[in-house]
């Protein structure tokens, strides 16, 4: 049985079918993977799961370690960028350690306020936080 929990809502802005990026070298839109991350408890690692964010527009959202989120993202450039996660399943992860690094994960996405973009890799930053992407394969 899946649970949905609903957050915060922001417009969204953005668009493009991802799969990888579109548009402009400076254009965001596609299927990103988390490499690894920092806040104010220290070091974001994904370990062996795959977490991922997808920007595309209103259907923005991914997956965490053990949960998959959609998410409101106004901005598909880099620059300024606002990211609010809401609807997310709830399926309590059966390694404590992958909860709090999902926890710590969604907690970051909705206080980044810059995307940056360079070879290839893809930074969220902003409030003392920052997520590093490569461009997802699977």
Same mark, same amino acid.
């Given at each position: ?25 400076? %254009? ?82 909705? &206080? ?16 003392? %936080? ?7 394969? &699977?």
């Amino acid at each position: 049985m899946l649970v949905f929990a609903l957050g915060g809502c922001a417009a969204a802005v953005g668009g493009g079918s991802g799969g990888g990026q579109t548009g402009s070298p400076s %254009d965001i839109t596609g299927r990103w993977q988390l490499v690894s991350g920092t806040d104010a408890k220290g070091p974001i690692t994904p370990g062996s799961a795959v977490v991922t964010f997808t920007v595309n527009g209103a259907s923005s959202g991914g997956r965490g370690p053990c949960n998959s989120f959609g998410a409101t993202t106004r901005g598909a450039t880099t620059g300024t960028i606002a990211i609010v996660v809401g609807i997310h399943t709830e399926i309590a992860c059966v390694d404590p350690d992958l909860m709090t690094t999902e926890t710590r994960y969604f907690a970051a996405l909705d &206080k980044v306020t810059t995307a940056t973009l360079a070879d290839g890799t893809l930074t969220l930053s902003g409030n003392g %936080d920052t997520l590093v992407f490569s461009e997802a394969t &699977k």
